[in-house]
């Protein structure tokens, strides 16, 4: 049965909204629009508050219309903090650019890159790594 | 053949308009794959952005960042020019050197190195006014964007 939905919205210029949900051990975290310069600071501090104790994250990158450099730090900081506790993180994404442009910053490189929910349950769930861990590199 | 300028205020808020406008022009002229070349753009924009604003501190809304667009469907050159202090020699050795594997655990540092991967070339001037200029080729294939890896 899926968890309950949180959902945080910030009005901005350019609108970021986040959900999150937990399934079996795992928490969702869903963004939804744009995760850009000038809306990144304020989707850090609302997204602290719903992080919940799990034993993997989701990252779900699939109704986000854009994303540049600044939502890529901001998404490397928050898989720093939740691997610090040693927990296992996988990104979903289905747009091909946008994928492309995670494969461009090496991300793939730390973090496993899927297409699917259910195919970033199984990397977690099998704790398939990519090439390394975030402590590694 | 569409040629485009405009001059917007240093502000956050026309960020998102300059992107819609970059975007509408190169599908105007069937540019190929326009998402990479809008999305150097914007990070160029950025940077000007962010340029202008630790130069002119609580002054900078005063201060204009202009964007030139030359696009056909064979190639596209864009022009982004700010009141900054521009990028010294230094830095730009620097950036020339640094790779995304270098900068992949950093909360920054990322965003040069994008428009690098996104554009054929990139060429920088300093004189009054600091010019960032841009060059894609209309490339078909351009969507196995330089320096990247295919995805899956």
């Given at each position: 049965m899926a968890?309950?939905?949180?959902?945080?919205?910030?009005?901005n210029?350019n609108?970021?909204?986040?959900?999150t949900?937990?399934t079996r051990?795992?928490q969702e975290?869903?963004f939804?629009?744009?995760?850009?310069?000038g809306?990144?600071q304020?989707a850090k501090?609302?997204?602290q508050p719903?992080?919940?104790?799990?034993k993997?994250?989701i990252?779900?990158?699939?109704n986000i219309?854009?994303i540049?450099?600044?939502?890529?730090?901001?998404?490397?900081?928050?898989?720093k903090?939740l691997?610090?506790?040693?927990r296992?993180?996988a990104?979903?994404?289905?747009?091909?650019?946008?994928k492309q442009i995670?494969?461009?910053?090496k991300?793939?490189?730390?973090?496993?890159?899927?297409s699917?929910?259910?195919?970033?349950?199984a990397?977690?769930?099998?704790?398939?790594?990519s090439?390394?861990?975030?402590?590694?590199? | 053949?569409?040629?485009i300028t405009?001059?917007?205020?240093?502000?956050?808020k026309?960020?998102?308009?300059l992107?819609?406008?970059c975007?509408k022009?190169?599908i105007q002229v069937?540019?190929?794959?326009?998402?990479?070349?809008?999305l150097?753009?914007?990070?160029?924009?950025i940077?000007?952005?962010?340029?202008?604003?630790?130069?002119?501190?609580?002054e900078?809304?005063?201060?204009?960042?202009?964007?030139?667009?030359?696009?056909?469907?064979?190639?596209?050159?864009?022009?982004?020019?700010?009141?900054?202090?521009?990028i010294?020699?230094?830095?730009?050795?620097?950036?020339?050197?640094?790779?995304f594997?270098?900068?992949?655990?950093?909360s920054?540092?990322r965003g040069?190195l994008?428009?690098?991967?996104?554009?054929?070339?990139?060429?920088?001037?300093n004189?009054?006014?600091h010019?960032?200029?841009l060059?894609?080729?209309?490339d078909?294939?351009?969507?196995r964007?330089?320096?990247?890896?295919?995805?899956?």
């Amino acid at each position: 049965m899926a968890g309950e939905f949180k959902e945080v919205e910030m009005q901005n210029n350019n609108d970021i909204s986040i959900k999150t949900k937990k399934t079996r051990e795992y928490q969702e975290i869903s963004f939804i629009g744009k995760l850009v310069y000038g809306n990144t600071q304020e989707a850090k501090k609302q997204i602290q508050p719903q992080l919940e104790e799990a034993k993997g994250y989701i990252f779900d990158m699939n109704n986000i219309e854009y994303i540049d450099s600044t939502g890529l730090g901001l998404l490397m900081n928050l898989a720093k903090q939740l691997n610090m506790s040693k927990r296992k993180i996988a990104l979903v994404i289905k747009d091909e650019f946008i994928k492309q442009i995670f494969y461009i910053a090496k991300f793939n490189l730390i973090v496993p890159i899927v297409s699917t929910r259910d195919e970033a349950l199984a990397v977690l769930e099998n704790n398939m790594q990519s090439s390394l861990s975030i402590e590694e590199y | 053949m569409v040629e485009i300028t405009m001059c917007i205020t240093a502000e956050n808020k026309y960020i998102d308009f300059l992107d819609e406008i970059c975007e509408k022009t190169l599908i105007q002229v069937d540019f190929p794959n326009p998402r990479g070349v809008c999305l150097a753009v914007h990070e160029g924009v950025i940077n000007a952005v962010e340029a202008t604003k630790q130069k002119y501190k609580s002054e900078y809304k005063n201060k204009c960042i202009s964007l030139k667009i030359y696009a056909t469907r064979e190639a596209v050159e864009i022009h982004i020019i700010d009141e900054g202090d521009g990028i010294s020699n230094e830095e730009l050795e620097k950036i020339n050197n640094l790779t995304f594997e270098d900068v992949l655990l950093d909360s920054k540092g990322r965003g040069l190195l994008l428009m690098k991967s996104l554009v054929d070339k990139i060429s920088h001037e300093n004189y009054e006014k600091h010019v960032l200029k841009l060059y894609k080729k209309g490339d078909i294939d351009g969507w196995r964007i330089q320096g990247g890896r295919n995805a899956e």
